[in-house]
Every structure is written in structure tokens, then in C-alpha cells.
T-cell receptor, first 116, second 112 residues
Framework: GAVVSQHPSRVICKSGTSVKIECRSLDFQATTMFWYRQFPKKSLMLMATSNEGSKATYEQGVEKDKFLINHASLTLSTLTVTSAHPEDSSFYIC????????????FGQGTRLTVV | QKEVEQDPGPLSVPEGAIVSLNCTYSNSAFQYFMWYRQYSRKGPELLMYTYSSGNKEDGRFTAQVDKSSKYISLFIRDSQPSDSATYLCAMSANQAGTALIFGKGTTLSVSS
């Protein structure tokens, strides 16, 4: 099946710094990618929809200036957590739907962010 | 009422048992249905994908969709300890670039 690669898988950063997470679709083009956040033992919470060549669409309650999304190509979207704080510590997961196939959604491996 | 309801469990079964996981939904426009398996600290892995109503089988896994009842199921036959994970149902109304709506996930534990 299609593969979505997410990097890094784990990152620890100091409070106040920024962290960039990359999401790549390896064998299909994704005009749209999705960023989720997952708290322990909770389901995935959609943060934003990343659109290639245009601005991302953020879900209610998600700060767009805090979570910067750039979808510069048909295979790459990035999420930058700016001025990170301990409450931003979470598991972040990206997803893309294979529109050239039958529309299945594939997920990256996730990024465990810890802000100290 | 939430769009997708899924009993979070936990569900504990002995090895070899048949497991039944279910979700109900309220949006009659949903047509694409997926089941994901998620191990701790990993991204969700697509298990089954079904369009509209009907059954789909893949190895020990069978997915069923009953659109008239707005009810989907995932059956796992001959369950193994390696099946212990969280299972998430997900669905959407269209194939285009829209995000999936997820259930909360059911935590399954298969004991040897």
C-alpha cells in the first residue's frame, strides 16, 4: 500500500524553541494532507488540513500562528510548532489520502514531541 | 450525538477467540469506511477499506458495513497476542481530500 513517511519520530526540545515535523507521501501525490494530534489513550484530533499551494485550513481552537503548516509540493507538508511550551508535548501524526487510488488514507509513523 | 461512536473498551479475549469491533455513525452521507490498527506510540495502520455497504475479507479480518443501520463492524478470527492494539474506525462522505472522521478507538488485549 501507499506509504507516508513522517520525520522525526521523536524530538525533545527546550521551551521557547521551534520544531519542524515533515510529512512525505512516498509513492503518490497528495494535494491535501492532514495533521492530527493525539493525547495518551485518546483518539486522533484533527488540527488542520494542509493544501498544496495554498493556506492550510485550521480546526476551531487550533492556533494557526502557533502551528505553522507549509505544503510546498505534492509530496511534502511540514508542521512547525513555534515557541513550543510543555503543554505542546504530544503525539503528532500526519495523513494523506491516495486520490489516485481509491481514496484510502495513510498515516505517518507519528512524532512524539516533548518540550522541556 | 457524536458523528461516530465507538466503545473504547478495553476488550480482553483469549488467544484464538473471534473478536467483534463495532462503530455506529449518524451521517448518512458517509460512504467510505476504514479500520485502522494502532500500536502504542505508532501511527495508525490501515487494515481494511470498504466503499458503501457490504463485506470485505482479508485473511483473518472481515469488515462489514450496514448503511441502512449506520453500523460497521470489524471481525478478527483466530485472534493472536500480536493483535493487541487500539482499533479505530474512520469514515468520510467522499473520496476527495477531506479528513476522516474517527471513532475514539477500542483497546483490544489478546492473552496467550
Amino acid at each position: 500500500g501507499a506509504v507516508v513517511s513522517q520525520h522525526p519520530s521523536r524530538v525533545i526540545c527546550k521551551s521557547g524553541t521551534s520544531v519542524k515535523i515533515e510529512c512525505r507521501s512516498l509513492d503518490f501525490q497528495a494535494t491535501t494532507m492532514f495533521w492530527y494530534r493525539q493525547f495518551p489513550k485518546k483518539s486522533l484530533m484533527l488540527m488542520a488540513t494542509s493544501n498544496e499551494g495554498s493556506k492550510a485550513t485550521y480546526e476551531q481552537g487550533v492556533e494557526k500562528d502557533k502551528f505553522l503548516i507549509n505544503h510546498a509540493s505534492l509530496t511534502l507538508s511540514t508542521l512547525t510548532v513555534t515557541s513550543a511550551h510543555p503543554e505542546d508535548s504530544s503525539f503528532y501524526i500526519c495523513s494523506a489520502r491516495d486520490l489516485g487510488g481509491t481514496g484510502e488514507a495513510f498515516f505517518g509513523q507519528g512524532t512524539r514531541l516533548t518540550v522541556v | 450525538q457524536k458523528e461516530v461512536e465507538q466503545d473504547p473498551g478495553p476488550l480482553s479475549v483469549p488467544e484464538g477467540a473471534i473478536v467483534s469491533l463495532n462503530c455506529t455513525y449518524s451521517n448518512s452521507a458517509f460512504q467510505y469506511f476504514m479500520w485502522y490498527r494502532q500500536y502504542s506510540r505508532k501511527g495508525p495502520e490501515l487494515l481494511m477499506y470498504t466503499y458503501s455497504s457490504g463485506n470485505k475479507e482479508d485473511g483473518r479480518f472481515t469488515a462489514q458495513v450496514d448503511k441502512s443501520s449506520k453500523y460497521i463492524s470489524l471481525f478478527i478470527r483466530d485472534s493472536q497476542p500480536s493483535d493487541s492494539a487500539t482499533y479505530l474506525c474512520a469514515m468520510s462522505a467522499n473520496q476527495a481530500g477531506t479528513a476522516l472522521i474517527f471513532g475514539k478507538g477500542t483497546t483490544l488485549s489478546v492473552s496467550s
